[in-house]
């Protein structure tokens, strides 16, 4: 018992001569801490260029991405990481002058605890301040761990064709309750689009003009958009961060809500500036260090897997399957006695259909069904409580209530092979017995293997192929002084979009292609360029693990040398995509075209075959037949069959 009281009035006296050591230590004036920052050379940290989003431009110099207001203390920050180092700590030294909020002081809380770790500074030598919006911003996230959300492509819309990524701020829960996803936040980047002129937003994302921000909303806002209003898959990848990187990034966050970038779709656009906030908060991971001129954010879902720290930097993958899914697996799930019942209520939405079998088990699982089934027909309902959307769906809902059993657990099993990160490479380089390159900036084909890429989409940009002149062309305007190569074909972009007609599927299948094409027959260095629009129908049969996809188009191409010579053709396109495996595919298409700029022009067809293996999903090999000379510029007439063996590099 001695022992004990010894002990514990001596742990007593060092914690009291402890708290007597720091309530006597002097104030630190802002003069000593830039000081130390400067003799520990600070400005030159990685970390600290981070957190102001330096990188290095064209001359080797550096200087920050940000471009908008509320962000640089010095007006030299954007380019001298020195000088915002002195200011930085001049302000947070200062005190707060008028309205809280709107101070300086008040905004730069990743910079404080950044300054606080480097010089060993105890929270009581910063001036005290209370921050209301801040601690409100702190208190709705209640921040628990972090996910990285990938939303899956969507061709409908431009911005989103190639995915989306955000932050997904996951509350803490307190021990023994149910983790509840919808009570979470996500911080996304996206652009500020201003126009919705095609041609205008494409020019305006590809130079620069649209203003990116980073925005806060509840998580089920996002569930709301991407899920149900666009049925677009959602795949969370938890984060391994410690808590000083978990707090560094949610205090950058903050930090970043009153500026913007300029957005840049190929480049600094939601993918790299996802990864530039990840890499301020933990730069041990150096995700934004990438050489290419591009980023796209499937690539960026890669990039947290390719990193050589320990632990990984991601520890777990949930999925979030959208509306159509859940409908679709609810539906597949049902027996046919039911399902005939669902169909007839389809039909016309009559929801005594429903109602009719004899057990509750049963019509909890049809109304349940109906529910997804409404929200998939009808993805705006939520905009207006009177929309037609809405009214059935309350009915079904008011209907539901009536009935007292809680609806079993539903889970749509996890697609694995959907999983994003698990796609093949975007960029990849091809050699052809033409002999050619072939080489695709990005994203993915129907013949490219279908892991982590959807079925019936495909979605390319700067996809073009160079061959060597033959004798015969290079004698064509005595092109013998020019270079020996050629470029073929160059597609700015192309975009299908497979929709394959069921009961509960009605909508039209497009294509949609931007390119340029040698004309040989003009000239050897000879180009016209213009667009394509094909629409119709297609239809699927599944067996798994084949599949099958046909479809047929009306086509129309607009073409132009911009000099001589205009085509605006039309004719029907036909084909088929035999799917074996995700690694074997082959297809055929027929086309026909009449070129209506020309009087009596004949009415031309052509075929090609094409079959590709995917031994990996870095390498494939493929065959391709061709028959027919409709195309709008072929390299040369292929009436008597071209046969083309190339090889793949996905990297």
Request: aromatic share 16%; hydrophobic share 35%.
């Amino acid at each position: 018992m001695l022992y004990f009281f010894n002990f514990f009035f001596i742990s007593i006296f060092f914690i009291f001569l402890s708290l007597l050591s720091q309530a006597s230590e002097p104030p630190w004036t802002s003069t000593e801490i830039i000081q130390k920052a400067l003799n520990q050379k600070l400005d030159t940290e990685n970390q600290w260029k981070l957190l102001l989003h330096y990188k290095p431009r064209l001359l080797g110099s550096e200087a920050s991405q940000v471009t908008g207001d509320h962000f640089f203390l010095s007006p030299e920050g954007h380019k001298d990481p020195r000088a915002e180092l002195i200011e930085t700590i001049q302000t947070l030294m200062a005190k707060i002058e008028g309205n809280p909020d709107e101070s300086p002081q008040c905004r730069y809380f990743a910079r404080k605890l950044w300054l606080s770790e480097k010089l060993n500074i105890p929270e009581n030598q910063w001036p005290s301040f209370h921050c209301p919006l801040y601690q409100r911003y702190r208190k709705i996230l209640n921040a628990d761990s972090i996910s990285f959300v990938f939303s899956s492509y969507y061709t409908n819309s431009p911005g989103s064709a190639f995915g989306h990524t955000l932050f997904r701020i996951n509350r803490h829960t307190e021990p023994g309750l149910p983790r509840i996803e919808l009570l979470d936040h996500g911080i996304g980047y996206a652009a500020n689009t201003t126009t919705q002129n095609p041609l205008f937003y494409a020019l305006f994302g590809l130079t620069g003009v649209f203003k990116g921000t980073f925005t806060n909303l509840p998580y089920y806002y996002k569930i709301r958009e991407y899920n149900d209003y666009e049925s677009r898959d959602l795949w969370s990848y938890d984060l391994d961060l410690s808590a000083t990187e978990k707090e560094m990034l949610i205090r950058h966050l903050w930090e970043l809500g009153d500026t913007h970038f300029d957005y840049y779709f190929f480049n600094q656009n939601c993918a790299f500036h996802m990864l530039t906030v990840l890499d301020a908060a933990a730069p041990r991971f150096h995700l934004s260090d990438i050489s290419a001129p591009y980023l796209i954010p499937a690539d960026s879902i890669k990039l947290l897997f390719k990193q050589d720290s320990q632990p990984p930097l991601v520890k777990n993958i949930t999925y979030r399957p959208s509306v159509k899914k859940m409908f679709k697996s609810r539906f597949e799930k049902l027996n046919g006695e039911q399902q005939k019942i669902f169909l007839a209520f389809a039909k016309n939405e009559d929801l005594s259909l429903l109602l009719e079998r004899p057990s509750d088990e049963e019509k909890v699982l049809l109304l349940d069904t109906a529910i997804d089934f409404i929200d998939t027909q009808y993805p705006d309902n939520f905009l207006s409580p009177t929309s037609p959307g809405a009214l059935i769906k309350n009915k079904i809902l008011q209907v539901r209530s009536k009935i007292p059993l809680t609806s079993p657990d539903f889970k749509v099993s996890t697609p694995e092979e959907e999983r994003p990160d698990r796609g093949h490479p975007s960029a990849r380089i091809g050699l052809s017995t033409e002999p050619g390159i072939d080489f695709r900036f990005a994203l993915h084909d129907l013949y490219d293997p279908s892991i982590g890429y959807p079925d019936s989409s495909e979605i390319e940009f700067g996809h073009f192929h160079i061959s060597k002149l033959s004798a015969s062309e290079l004698d064509l305007n005595n092109n013998r002084s020019h270079s020996p190569y050629a470029i073929d074909y160059f597609h700015l972009f192309r975009v299908s979009s497979y929709n394959p007609l069921s009961f509960f599927e009605k909508n039209t299948s497009w294509r949609a292609q931007l390119s340029f094409f040698r004309t040989p027959d003009q000239c050897s260095n000879c180009y016209q360029g213009g667009f394509t629009y094909d629409v119709g129908y297609s239809f699927l049969w599944t067996q798994l693990p084949v599949t099958f996809l046909t479809y047929g188009f009306l086509g129309t191409d607009l073409y132009s040398t911009f000099y001589q010579y205009n085509n605006i053709s039309i004719g029907p396109k036909m084909g088929g995509l035999l799917n074996l495996s995700s690694h074997l595919k082959w297809g055929i298409e027929v086309q026909g075209s009449r070129n209506l700029t020309l009087q009596n022009s004949e009415f031309q067809w052509s075929t090609e075959s094409l079959i590709r293996w995917s031994p990996t999903t870095n390498w494939a090999i493929e065959t391709r037949w061709e028959l027919g000379s409709h195309k709008i510029a072929p390299k040369t007439d292929s009436s008597g069959g071209l046969f083309v063996f190339t090889g793949y590099h996905y990297f």
